[in-house]
């Protein structure tokens, strides 16, 4: 059983940073992880994920703009979003991977405003 716990959300001009995190309640050492998020009216889409062995993966729409990264030892991830744009505006979920199951946070909303 994990808990995922999502920070860090909120309003944010466009051209802007935010930073989210993700506390998870248990160790992450052998999960991959990852940031999915939901705009309003449309599906739930894959932002990046991150694996045990660090090897890194990004939605075309955010490659050169996010960084993901992960803290074994505080059992975080996290996602830098830098030149935000009002199309990133979603509710951003945490997400952990094991080969059994998968975990998800109940979400953080991020704004960008023009």
């Known amino acids: 059983q994990v808990q995922l716990v999502e920070s860090g959300g909120g309003l944010v001009q466009a051209g802007g940073s935010l930073r989210l995190s993700c506390a998870a309640s248990?160790?992450?050492?052998?999960?991959?992880m990852g940031w999915y998020r939901q705009a309003p009216g449309k599906q739930r889409e894959l932002v990046a994920t991150i694996t045990s062995g660090r090897s890194i993966n990004y939605a075309d729409s955010v490659k050169g703009r996010f960084t993901i990264d992960r803290d074994n030892a505080k059992n975080t991830v996290s996602l830098q979003m830098n030149s935000l744009n009002t199309e990133d505006t979603a509710v951003y979920f945490c997400?952990?991977?094991?080969?059994?199951?998968?975990?998800w946070g109940k979400g953080t909303l991020v704004t960008v405003s023009s």
């Open positions: 997400n952990a991977r094991s080969p059994l199951r998968s975990y």
């Open positions: 248990t160790s992450i050492f052998n999960m991959i």
